[in-house]
């Protein structure tokens, strides 16, 4: 989580993105094994992210056939809040991918929360994240639905 947050505060003012790689478990829970940090291929980097296809493509390559896949993406919000914006909303496509956002202040982050699309109310839901050794990766509240377009100012 340390290389993740680091990450985001380097990238202050503008929105930090990468990929979540790691496996779901048979409980539906997301394992998290590393994260992988892109550049920020948006035009307007303060507001939006855009992860590198290049990323992406690599990942995918590398992964098949193991046990460890994509499970997710991250990206911050400046001086915003760890909440799926409109826009996330807007573009997010797959419903088994874990949305981490981290809220960023004047440099600093403050707080991360993960997120799963909820394809039954249009929304996204707060999901918890778990380190591979089973101990808590993140915190989040356990089953509840977060309102549309709750989040930060970006995406």
Request: glycine share 16%; hydrophobic share 40%.
């Amino acid at each position: 989580m340390g290389g993740l947050l680091r990450a985001c505060e380097a990238a202050y003012p503008e929105e930090a993105c990468g990929l979540l790689v790691g496996r779901r478990g048979a409980d539906g829970g997301i394992e998290v094994d590393r994260i992988e940090a892109s550049a920020n291929l948006a035009r307007d980097r303060r507001h939006r992210f855009e992860v590198d296809p290049r990323l992406q493509i690599r990942l995918f390559r590398e992964l098949r056939g193991g046990p460890d896949q994509v499970v997710g993406l991250y990206h911050s919000h400046p001086d915003g809040r760890a909440l799926p914006s409109a826009t996330d909303l807007a573009r997010a496509w797959e419903p088994e991918f874990a949305w981490l956002i981290a809220a960023v202040h004047q440099g600093r982050a403050v707080a991360v929360r993960a997120h799963l699309l909820d394809r039954g109310d249009g929304g996204f839901r707060e999901i918890r994240l778990q380190s591979p050794a089973g101990v808590p990766y993140l915190l989040a509240g356990a089953g509840g639905t977060q309102p549309r377009g709750g989040g930060g100012q970006g995406g």
